[in-house]
């Protein structure tokens, strides 16, 4: 019960991100109510399977020029291939369509919003440490969540199979040994959840993974890994959702994880916006600003107070203070720092064992 509750306000929520970078917001606002694809998620066939072997199947590569490459300085160079670890990052939900429960490879409208938003926005904090590989996957539209018929859980069944074989591709063609780190938002939170209990734990690929960002859904623990407790702790899971206090519509339940993204830690300690080492939005010209977003987490949110930044505005359409869409964005800097803290912490342990083993 708590899931579906959750996941009716989180749909909406998605598709207030979604009107914001369209910039358009009553016209989506009003198609919400016409979201539900006229068919039973079985009467149709779904959309054909992805091939991750296909470079067009990933919106984002390491060897490729993409959305996740920019950079907030003029003329740095990217240097993923480089990088000692890789990111496996699992977008948002970008596909408001109902013309299928599950978005196609080929929708370019949803492929577009996950380039422009999501990969400039979210996936491009790990461009610096790390090598980004983010799959296309059949996402479940936004209906899947308000859906109460059953074909909504299906759909995000089908689209968390995609996740899943792109993830077990990326260990087999991509990583190959390397320690790794899994970040996500919403949708992507959701499959990441399922991920690590399945795939990762299960597999026995804990000891693998540095670090586990799954921003804003619903993470209670469930799945096995241990809570990020410290700044540089490693092989744990880190969670947050964000939004005022007094926001109409919250997120996250009482008993939900939430590291402070300020101070890495879950206590309740407010920790102010002068801690902030800058939030970032591309869809706002980039750049860094400093000061607009402190964090204490309480009630398994994490609470913020109201922004007074004119590019990360705190007058949403179905609420003030709902910040789903802002999650990495107002912590841009701090996530940036945070994974490194955590990659220096695993490569320095992963160089005293080999010399430990060196000496026996």
Not at 54 to 59: E, F
Not at 176 to 182: A, D, E, K, S, Y
Not at 226 to 234: D, G, H, M, R
Request: charged share 20%; glycine share 6%; net charge negative.
């Amino acid at each position: 019960m708590k899931k579906v509750l959750y996941s009716s306000v989180f749909s909406i929520l998605l598709l207030v991100s979604a009107s914001f970078f369209l910039r358009d917001y009553i016209g989506i606002i009003f198609i919400s109510y016409f979201l539900e694809p006229a068919h039973d998620f079985t009467d149709k066939p779904v959309p054909e399977v992805p091939e991750y072997h296909n470079p067009d199947h990933w919106a984002a590569l390491p060897e490729r020029n993409d959305f996740a490459d920019v950079q907030l300085v003029t003329g740095v160079d990217d240097e993923q291939a480089e990088r000692a670890v890789d990111v496996f990052f699992i977008h948002p939900t970008t596909y408001i369509g109902k013309e299928s429960w599950n978005q196609r490879m080929d929708d370019n409208r949803a492929n577009n919003l996950t380039d422009v938003w999501v990969m400039r926005d979210q996936a491009s904090v790990f461009n610096q440490c790390c090598r980004i590989y983010a799959p296309r996957y059949r996402q479940a539209t936004l209906h899947s969540f308000l859906d109460n018929t059953g074909s909504g859980e299906k759909a995000l069944g089908l689209a968390y199979e995609d996740v899943k074989s792109a993830f077990l591709y990326f260990l087999q063609n991509y990583s190959l040994g390397r320690p790794f780190i899994i970040a996500s938002h919403s949708q992507g939170s959701r499959h990441a959840d399922r991920l690590l209990r399945e795939e990762i734990i299960d597999r026995g690929l804990l000891s693998q993974m540095i670090v586990a960002y799954l921003i804003g859904f619903s993470i209670d623990g469930s799945n096995g890994a241990p809570v990020c407790e410290k700044y540089n702790q490693l092989n744990c899971q880190i969670s947050w959702n964000s939004g005022t206090r007094d926001a109409v519509l919250k997120l996250a339940q009482s008993e939900d994880i939430c590291v402070n993204p300020l101070s890495w830690k879950t206590g309740g300690d407010l920790v102010s916006s002068e801690q902030n080492l800058g939030s970032v939005t591309f869809a706002s010209e980039g750049g860094i600003e400093l000061n607009v977003a402190d964090a204490q987490c309480g009630e398994g949110s994490l609470f913020v107070s109201e922004v007074e930044s004119e590019r990360f505005s705190s007058n949403m359409p179905f609420g003030p203070g709902n910040y789903h869409m802002y999650d990495y964005s107002f912590y841009y800097m701090n996530i940036r720092e945070n994974v490194q803290d955590r990659i220096n912490e695993y490569l320095s342990r992963d160089v005293s064992e080999s010399a430990s083993s060196d000496l026996r």
